[in-house]
């Protein structure tokens, strides 16, 4: 199976800015969703933006983040990045790294139901 494994993480205070690494161990041909999620302590995982790999390269981000983490991709080096600027206390969870197989869609932020393989996670913890 395709491991992910996410890096970046850190403790960082109120409006700082911090670059989420997702290192995937190979190149997964056709098209498929990649996208990060986080998760609260106590709660289910929720995803926070996602990009159609191969696909049209679309884009999409959850409500609450739009306009502060932007995605970009490194396919040489098999790396998708997320740049958070402005956090906030609320941004504070793990981090996690998931990846839908080949041959999935993606129009919107998915569910955690949607993404087939996953990294071990990164912990951000923003402070007032």
């Known amino acids: 199976h395709l491991q992910l494994v996410e890096s970046g993480g850190g403790s960082v205070q109120t409006g700082g800015s911090l670059t989420l690494s997702c290192a995937a161990s190979?190149?997964?041909?056709?098209?498929?969703?990649m996208a990060w999620f986080r998760q609260f302590p106590g709660k289910e995982r929720e995803g926070v933006a996602a990009?159609?790999?191969?696909?049209?390269?679309?884009?999409y981000y959850r409500d609450s983040v739009k306009g502060r983490f932007t995605l970009a991709q490194d396919k040489a080096n098999n790396t998708l990045y997320l740049r958070m600027n402005s956090l906030r206390h609320e941004d504070t969870a793990m981090y996690y790294c998931?990846?839908?197989?080949?041959?999935?869609?993606?129009?919107?932020?998915?569910?955690?139901?949607?993404?087939?393989?996953w990294g071990q996670g990164t912990q951000v913890t923003v402070s007032s």
């Open positions: 998931a990846a839908a197989d080949s041959g999935s869609w993606c129009y919107d932020v998915p569910s955690e139901g949607e993404l087939n393989y």
């Open positions: 190979e190149y997964t041909p056709g098209s498929y969703c």
């Open positions: 990009i159609y790999i191969n696909g049209d390269g679309g884009t």
